[in-house]
């Protein structure tokens, strides 16, 4: 099977507001692919992560892929000449975790096509494809999540692979445990673009009251602890759309 033939596990495919980090409020398209390394308890993408749901998901071609985007990111996609004028529409690769999987001729064709991608992975799989991408958001699972300790060495081969300014951080942050995590990983990464988010624990409707106490906790941890160069942010889609899929 060549390349062009190979085809991914696609959940969703859908045009949205950038709900976190460091996109946060910027329009993009996200393609969410399925399947993960990872399995966190409080995942709120389980539709996209579990393997009772993979009957669910589409198997697409790259050709396939753009075919969803294009319509989405141009008014008038059916013409000939390419890119077309104006802002170039950015394209977020989410999951699950894209990482599992060579996305590199997606992104040769997509970008020769005016798109720009975003990834949103975990930095637990390096792939040399990171190299043509717009923006690299890591995500590192803090010890609320019930993973493994992320490996670092494997987080800077991540940084390495993506573009010069390409790459941040972002930590999900659910108690003091978390946020120590947090400003652990600071220290190892200290140029990097920073910010954590209180953890949305609910995989259903989101508890918006809790998750507003939470980060009020951690703001105030943030101002005694004078760290300045960090970004407290709330997951804008989870307030406007709980946690919906397609949003």
């Not at 609320?144 to 987080?155: E, K, T």
Request: proline share 9%; glycine share 6%; with cysteine.
């Amino acid at each position: 099977m060549t390349t062009v033939e190979r085809r991914f596990p696609v959940v969703e495919v859908f045009p949205a507001i950038q709900g976190e980090g460091v996109l946060l409020g910027r329009p993009t398209i996200f393609v969410r692919f399925g399947g993960c390394d990872y399995r966190c308890s409080w995942c709120d993408s389980l539709y996209a992560v579990e393997p009772q749901h993979s009957a669910d998901w589409e198997r697409l071609t790259v050709a396939d892929i753009l075919a969803r985007v294009l319509p989405l990111a141009y008014a008038h996609p059916d013409l000939p000449t390419w890119p077309q004028p104006g802002p170039r529409p950015l394209v977020t690769l989410s999951g699950g975790n894209p990482a599992l999987f060579r996305l590199d001729t997606l992104l040769a064709t997509g970008g020769a096509l005016g798109l720009l991608f975003a990834l949103e992975t975990q930095g637990s799989i390096a792939q040399p494809w990171f190299a043509h991408l717009s923006t690299l958001t890591l995500s590192p699972k803090p010890p609320s999540s019930g993973m493994r300790v992320p490996n670092i060495l494997r987080l800077q081969e991540c940084v390495a692979l993506a573009p010069e300014g390409a790459a941040c951080l972002k930590v999900v942050v659910a108690d003091a445990v978390d946020y120590a995590f947090a400003r652990e990983l600071r220290a190892l990464f200290p140029t990097l673009p920073f910010s954590i988010q209180p953890c949305n624990s609910h995989a259903g409707d989101p508890n918006l009251e809790q998750i507003v106490l939470l980060a009020r906790e951690i703001e105030r941890w943030v101002l005694r602890d004078r760290w300045w160069d960090v970004r407290l942010t709330l997951q804008q889609h989870v307030i406007l759309w709980g946690n919906a899929p397609g949003k």
